[in-house]
């Protein structure tokens, strides 16, 4: 099972941006799919943005963040990024990414589509 990492969560004051990664450790990420999610107590789980393969680069967004968040795809680096803009209280949450291996696949922003998971970082919109 491919281990994926994220990192750049942190305490943000409304308004404010943050970049979240998603690595991967020992193996390329061009050929997978990768998915943005995030988790608040209490709630579901909710797909925020996904990337196809370096092959196909489509990009997809839920409307809840389609003006402030970009994802895009750092080959030389092997990571995927979440930049959020003018982020807001209700964007507290856990982010996790998720990843599918696949030169088909273009991406989803159902859970229910990947297989690897990384472990998720905390994001904490408060002033």
């Known amino acids: 099972q491919a281990q994926l990492v994220e990192s750049g969560g942190g305490l943000v004051q409304p308004g404010g941006s943050l970049r979240l990664s998603c690595a991967a450790s020992?193996?390329?990420?061009?050929?997978?799919?990768i998915g943005w999610f995030r988790q608040a107590p209490g709630k579901p789980r909710e797909g925020l943005s996904c990337?196809?393969?370096?092959?196909?680069?489509?990009?997809y967004y839920a409307d809840s963040v389609k003006a402030r968040f970009t994802i895009s795809r750092d080959k030389a680096t092997n990571v995927v990024y979440l930049q959020m803009l003018s982020v807001k209280p209700e964007d507290t949450a856990i982010y996790s990414c998720?990843?599918?291996?696949?030169?088909?696949?273009?991406?989803?922003?159902?859970?229910?589509?990947?297989?690897?998971w990384g472990q998720g970082t905390q994001v904490t919109v408060s002033s």
């Open positions: 990337i196809s393969n370096s092959r196909h680069g489509s990009t």
């Open positions: 998720g990843g599918k291996r696949s030169p088909l696949f273009s991406c989803s922003l159902s859970p229910s589509a990947y297989d690897d």
């Open positions: 020992g193996f390329s990420l061009d050929d997978y799919a």
